[in-house]
């Protein structure tokens, strides 16, 4: 992991601030999540504080500060998915899941985040379930969608 960060910070040698977004989102894909050690090492990197770095990426809902859960679903709030509902189906989750997008269930099982685009507009909203698409998602399909989720894991 921290040879995965130390590679990505040489791609932006020069250090420049406004690469800040982009090095965040390369880490988060190449590590699942933007840990303390990355946020620490990104801020010595540009000259950044860490409060100011976890201040502007908190203000992404694409971030997340901790790895993912046993099963990560990703809803789409790109703006056709957002047009056919998707705060519906992000506020269902968060309350049939009582986590925050970006955030982990204690026990390590859930975790959903927050995505724009996946590609399939005429279809939303859409979901990604452990890469499974999801297409056309209503907020009443949600609890039974986790049931079934519950299920797969504690059986697993
Ligand atoms: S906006 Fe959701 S798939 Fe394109």
Do not use: W
């Not at 990505?8 to 390369?26: A, S, T, V």
């Not at 976890?54 to 203000?59: S, V």
């Amino acid at each position: 992991m921290a040879e995965d960060i130390e590679k990505i910070l040489k791609k932006y040698k020069q250090g420049r601030r406004e690469d800040l977004i982009p090095l965040l989102q390369e880490i988060q894909s190449a590590t699942g999540y933007l840990s303390e050690e990355a946020i620490v090492k990104v801020g010595s990197h540009l000259g950044l504080s860490t409060t100011k770095i976890f201040g502007l990426a908190t203000f992404y809902d694409q971030f997340r500060f901790f790895p993912a859960g046993k099963i990560n679903i990703k809803i789409c709030n790109g703006t056709s998915c957002f047009m056919n509902g998707s705060q519906a189906i992000i506020e269902k989750f968060r309350e049939e899941l009582r986590i925050a997008p970006g955030q982990t269930a204690r026990n390590g099982n859930f975790s959903f985040d927050i995505v724009t685009c996946m590609g399939g507009c005429f279809h939303g909203p859409v979901i990604l379930v452990n890469g499974e698409y999801n297409i056309h998602v209503r907020p009443e399909q949600v609890p039974d969608l986790i049931k079934r989720l519950k299920y797969i894991i504690e059986n697993d």
